[in-house]
Nanobody, 118 residues
Framework: QVQLVESGGGLVQAGGSLRLSCAASGRTFSRYDMGWFRQAPGKEREFVARITRSAIDTSYSDSVKGRFTISRDNAKNTVYLQMNSLMPEDTAVYYC???????????WGQGTQVTVSS
């Protein structure tokens, strides 16, 4: 029922910035928590950030805290990930996901590639 489409990935130099977007289908966007995850080649998918449906609370992994910012625009059915001070270690496929508050992340986008060159 929920379809997610990520965009905004690409190639950037170390120290640069990118903003990822994730557009959700339907008119029930505001009922879900939204999250960002990433997966580098040969590694497990890891949590990056999440934002509650009301946007009151955000959470970040230690590796991106202070550099990345998650936000959402419920009127546009879109969640964003602003990534600053990017490092080569941030290179990965980034996925957005949704969940009913308190449940598992059960809907996923197709992913967008982020590559940070040194």
């Amino acid at each position: 029922q929920v379809q997610l489409v990520e965009s905004g990935g690409g190639l950037v130099q170390a120290g640069g910035s990118l903003r990822l977007s994730c557009a959700a289908s339907g008119r029930t966007f505001s009922r879900y928590d939204m999250g960002w995850f990433r997966q580098a080649p040969g590694k497990e998918r890891e949590f990056v950030a999440r934002i509650t449906r009301s946007a009151i609370d955000t959470s970040y992994s230690d590796s991106v805290k202070g550099r990345f910012t998650i936000s959402r625009d419920n009127a546009k059915n879109t969640v964003y990930l602003q990534m600053n001070s990017l490092m080569p270690e941030d290179t990965a496929v980034y996925y957005c996901a949704v969940r009913i508050p308190g449940s598992i992340w059960n809907y996923w986008g197709q992913g967008t590639q982020v590559t940070v060159s040194s």
